[in-house]
């Protein structure tokens, strides 16, 4: 009798652990996925508007670096680089850069070695574009561009400019591209942290990255980092 009893107890066991692995797999897919689903937006804090520093300081220690610290920039100082860079400074929707007509033509993509982000300015976040690390687009053949942890790519759509072939939609966009790249140098001069500016990428591997429209065109490009 208790032989007969003893094993269905064991069955019942076998059957109980199997369970207790069968959930946990399952908990373990539903946080991958809820990772996963986190990684597609990148909230970012809010601007540091107490940070020191001043612009005549800024100025004197602007230069141009190539080479970099592996070390990731922390999420604060992301958050700040890409606002600087063109985010929106007033109640209307204007940006920190200024654009022809307040046209707003250009967008800016934030690589990483996780995948190609676009910055929204509205809800001061990244979005994710394309998984992967695609630094080495940005990078084309001058390879200490990968050295940097984050590289930022102005791309600017002509269309918002209208007539996309005009000799003067091109000036006016690669201006608003240049007054985005300078608020990139100058931020990172009086934050401390190493950039150059680039005209050098390899463009066709960009716009498959970036998912870029004929009419959109990147401009400029700067790798960012720590000073190593």
């Known amino acids: 009798m208790p032989r ?11 059957h109980l652990k199997m369970k207790r692995i069968s959930l946990l797999l399952t908990l373990g897919v539903i946080m991958a996925a809820g990772i996963n ?5 990148i909230g970012l804090p809010s601007p540091d508007m107490e940070r020191q520093g001043n612009v005549m300081k800024a100025l004197q220690d602007r230069k141009s670096t190539r080479e970099f610290s592996s070390g990731l920039l922390s999420r604060q ?5 890409v606002w600087a860079a063109c985010g929106i400074n007033r109640p209307d929707g204007r940006r920190t850069a200024g654009s022809a007509l307040n046209k707003q033509d250009c967008e800016l993509y934030v690589i990483m070695e996780d995948g190609a982000y676009l910055y929204d300015a509205k809800e001061h976040s990244l979005v994710l574009v394309k998984e992967g690390d695609w630094r080495g687009a940005v990078a084309g053949k001058q390879k200490f561009v990968l050295e940097a942890p984050v590289s930022l790519v102005i791309v600017s759509d002509y269309s918002k400019m209208g ?13 608003d591209a240049g007054i985005i790249s300078q608020n990139i140098s100058i931020f990172c001069a009086s934050a401390g942290m190493a950039t150059v500016a680039r005209a050098s990428m390899d463009e066709d591997a960009l716009r498959k990255a970036l998912e870029l429209s004929p009419a959109q065109h990147p401009l400029i490009n700067h790798p960012v980092g720590y000073f190593r």
């Not at 100082?77 to 680089?81: E, N, P, S, V």
Request: aromatic fraction near 0%.
């Open 4 to 14: 007969s009893v003893h094993i269905p107890m064991r069955l019942m066991l076998n």
């Open 37 to 41: 689903a986190q990684e597609q937006k």
């Open 77 to 81: 100082d992301l958050g700040d680089l």
């Open 163 to 175: 007539d996309v072939s005009s000799s003067h939609t091109k000036t006016m966009c690669a201006v």
